[in-house]
């Protein structure tokens, strides 16, 4: 069974110009890499983070039925134009996974919104608000809650995470958000994505964190 593989960390597609320059994308070559391995034609595939669609065309290029959930509407637009179904793409909370009426789930890949200690900002608003590290790691356990409903008895949960480097401190965000996500769903296996063009976050890799949802 892998344990590491390599990909870009970066999309090769420019982002829209209305954003601030932040790429909090995952790379397309990561998101086929997962959903080659834990879905097949037809699954439904759910990114309760769909940022700016990237699990969601690879997805639909891959023959799966692909939703998501953004939180942010300009964002939401901007993945309705992107993708084939734009009626299954719901502006709304992740926190509220059970009231926007998304199907059962066979594979959910999603990489979270992320935050260090000691960051005041709200992740969840699209870092706008106020909150805490300890706040953030609550929504992320409401979240995998919702997901655990979602998913089907043989599911399957991918969560690329990075521990994260700011201002000369290391934040364990991989390893904080496995520990909280445990609680709903069963850990499998970490894999870790070695990035090819240089280091992001401070790191050179990042984690998939593999959950299932069988008991």
């Known amino acids: 069974m892998e344990t590491v593989f390599s990909a870009p960390a970066r999309p090769d597609e420019p982002l829209p110009e209305w954003t601030d320059g932040t790429d909090p994308r995952s790379s397309p070559e990561v998101v086929r890499h997962f959903l080659e391995r834990h879905s097949g034609p037809g699954d439904v595939v759910l990114d309760p983070f769909a940022g700016f669609g990237t699990t969601l065309v690879v997805a639909e290029s891959m023959d799966r039925e692909a939703w998501g959930v953004e939180y942010d509407g300009e964002r939401a637009e901007y993945v309705r134009e992107r993708v084939d179904h734009p009626e299954r793409v719901r502006q709304g909370d992740a926190r509220s996974l059970g009231g926007l009426d998304l199907p059962t789930a066979d594979c959910a890949f999603t990489s979270p919104p992320y935050t260090v200690e000691g960051a005041t900002d709200d992740p969840f608003q699209n870092y706008g608000g106020e909150s805490a590290y300890e706040h953030y790691l609550a929504n992320v356990d409401w979240v995998a809650a919702g997901l655990a409903d979602l998913l089907a008895a043989d599911g399957t949960l991918v969560m690329q995470v990075s521990n994260l480097v700011h201002?000369?401190?290391t934040t364990t965000l991989a390893w904080d958000v496995a520990d909280v996500v445990r609680?709903?769903?069963?850990?499998?296996?970490?894999?870790?994505?070695?990035?090819?063009?240089?280091?992001?976050?401070g790191y050179d890799h990042a984690y998939g964190l593999v959950f299932s949802n069988e008991d």
């Open 183 to 201: 609680d709903h769903l069963r850990f499998e296996r970490e894999v870790v994505i070695r990035w090819e063009d240089g280091p992001k976050y």
């Open 167 to 169: 201002d000369g401190r």
